[in-house]
């Protein structure tokens, strides 16, 4: 048996599910709109044709968002380097060494930059 026929029946159960999901909505939802149903959903407060403070995002907004990117990658190439240590040996270390490394650098730039104080 193919070893991927297993990933790819969970792939076509899931697309039918929610192609199922779609048409049945659509079949069964009514069909009375008005003004307030088609506006955006802002949590019941009336939406403001400009966002407060100008419509601008303070660029912490996105340095944290990056801070965050940056050290979820390397969780993600942490954890299988740990599972594999033992295979990989010294090449693995050193490797392993000069990612964190490289990360280390990007923290301690922020840092100094002043991105991890929040005020």
Partial sequence: MNP???????????FGFGAFSVVAAAISGPKRYNRAKLEAYECGIEPSP???GGGRFPVKYFLTAMLFIVFDIEIVFLYPWAVSFDQLGLFGLVEMIIFIATVFVAYAYVWRRGGLEWD
């Fill in 4 to 14: 991927y026929v297993p990933i790819l029946a969970i792939g076509a159960i899931g």
């Fill in 50 to 52: 400009q966002a407060a």
